[in-house]
């Protein structure tokens, strides 16, 4: 890939960045420019995609919530949703192809089933780059989409399998085995440590996954999916979900900007994937009426449904396919690619405002909630007056040290539903819910309370917090943690009374406890 590739992507997504959008959006409109200025895609770029999707599967199975995954209500949405999708969107697309049949839109009955088929999925990773952006994998509507997004990558593995009658080997069934190397794993883990050897070795599972998929006549992306869930769970996840974190992003530019190499679009095409594009609040009410159908709350419902209306990197290779055996023209291609990446633009956007929309629109949203989940909602606990929100190493050891003073009046907040428990166990005053959720400090006896501190590795979490805490009638004050000086500033003009560099912090701290030692020697 070339290096002028890299400087046009880094410029483009500097400038997506300056108008507050997602650097991918910048990624997106790089590749296309590229493509027009007469740039034609390489092997590099195809194996630094490859790389940066295999990365991205791996680091998903991480994170899989196998509970979550085998609820009925995900594989019911999954199969309803696509299902309505595509009994809305053939007619809709046979009827439009006939009345713009001028154009390029010749399309069959069955061309129109297959570009349906390939617009039902939703994207992996825009979803998965929408989250780690927001802070919010832990979640309960996080658990629900990657979970849909999970059983839709089986589903379009199944399709391929289908389409191009490749059956899998015999011996692939032995891949049931590897669930008792999981011990093994783990002991490996205790020996490599911290170091550079971390990233390095889910790099080597990832692609040592995909290689044996490959090798068994299955799905290489599909291997570093299993990969990644064969670890979830064990003690060493989290550090090796982190140290892979740049590495896929790296990687992932060469998938955004190849989006752009397909073709290069005329007018007519430009016009067809916006229309597409139109479409998708038919995606939206779907996966909102459906989720909320199956029992979630209406918030869970709502941003899970924000976070899967858009086009999926599975259609496009769903739409190749299509196209090399004949079942669509080369135009088409081109359209989905191009309305698979306006939709990653508008999901980037839109979701940016679905919380403080959510908490505007709550008491219509909630008319379609067929029954209380109260597993995302927390209860609010007596004496409560002092709040932490996020027990991460920061807010743990305030949460330790506030407790020392105001023993029994000081409670944490935790979305990890995991780290929560074991607190608990620990004999912590936790309680598990999303501090983002408005009908949490709906919950909350606001009156007693008079301190929260926001104790959070994402500024863009925090943010959002802040804005839901002004929609309330909260009259304490709120402290804030943040890593840089323009984040302070933010923080502090949302409404925090107090926002901490941790960093600066930090080297005070270490300061007045080594002169407490001088002291103690009586220097």
């Not at 296309?32 to 991205?56: C, K, N, P, R």
């Not at 739409?319 to 990446?341: D, F, P, Q």
Request: charge should be negative; include cysteine; charged fraction near 15%.
């Amino acid at each position: 890939m070339s290096v002028i590739w890299l400087l046009v992507a880094f410029g483009f997504g500097l400038i997506a960045k300056q108008l507050k959008l997602p650097p991918l959006v910048g990624y997106l409109a790089a590749g296309f420019v590229l493509h027009a200025q007469g740039y034609e895609a390489d092997a590099q770029l195809g194996l630094i995609s490859d790389l940066g999707i295999t990365l991205m599967l791996f680091t998903i199975g991480l994170k899989v919530n196998f509970k979550q995954l085998m609820l009925p209500a995900i594989w019911g949405t999954t199969t309803v949703v696509m299902g309505g999708w595509l009994l809305f969107f053939i007619p809709v697309l046979t009827i439009a192809a006939v009345v713009m049949s001028a154009a390029v839109l010749d399309l069959s009955l069955e061309s129109a089933a297959l570009v349906a088929f390939a617009l039902s999925f939703s994207s992996t990773v825009c979803v998965i780059k929408i989250l780690e952006d927001n802070s919010e994998l832990k979640t309960r509507h996080s658990d629900l989409a990657i979970s849909v997004l999970i059983i839709q990558d089986l589903i379009a593995v199944l399709f391929l399998f289908a389409a191009t009658g490749k059956v899998p080997s015999i011996w692939s069934l032995l891949l049931l085995l590897f669930i008792f190397c999981r011990p093994i794993i783990n002991s490996l883990y205790k020996k490599i440590g911290h170091g550079e050897l971390v990233p390095l070795s889910g790099i080597v599972l990832a692609l040592g996954g995909a290689a044996l998929f490959e090798f068994l006549d299955l799905k290489g992306d599909l291997g570093a999916l299993a990969a990644g869930m064969l670890l979830a769970g064990l003690p060493n996840t989290s550090e090796l979900y982190k140290s892979l974190i740049s590495f896929k992003d790296i990687f992932l530019i060469g998938f955004f900007l190849s989006i752009g190499f397909t073709a290069v679009p005329t007018w007519d095409m430009w016009v067809s994937a916006l229309l597409l594009c139109a479409l998708l609040p038919v995606k939206f009410i779907l996966f909102f009426g459906v989720v909320a159908l199956f029992g979630f709350r209406a918030r869970t419902a709502f941003l899970s449904a924000m976070l899967l209306s858009n086009f999926s990197e599975f259609g496009l290779i769903v739409a190749s396919l299509g196209r090399e055996y004949g079942w669509m023209s080369n135009e088409w291609l081109v359209i989905i690619a191009l309305a698979t990446a306006i939709s990653f633009v508008i999901s980037s956007l839109i979701y940016q405002f679905s919380h403080t929309v959510f908490t505007a629109q709550k008491a219509l949203l909630t008319r379609f909630q067929r029954q209380r989940d109260d597993k995302g909602a927390a209860v609010c606990p007596v004496g409560l007056e002092i709040l932490v929100v996020g027990l991460g190493r920061v807010g743990l050891g305030a949460y330790k040290e506030l407790n020392s003073h105001y023993e029994g009046k000081v409670w944490g907040i935790e979305v990890d539903a995991e780290r929560a428990k074991r607190l608990q166990g620990e004999g912590f005053n936790v309680l598990t819910g999303d501090a983002d959720d408005i009908e949490f400090w709906e919950t909350i006896d606001l009156e007693h309370l008079q301190l929260v501190l926001l104790a959070l590795p994402s500024t863009t979490e925090m943010k959002n917090i802040l804005r839901q805490i002004g929609t309330t009638d909260y009259a304490g004050r709120i402290s804030a943690v943040a890593r840089y000086p323009d984040e302070q500033e933010e923080l502090l003009a949302l409404g925090a009374d107090v926002a901490f560099n941790y960093y600066s912090e930090v080297g005070t701290g270490f300061a007045d406890e080594s002169m407490r030692l001088l002291e103690a020697e009586g220097h």
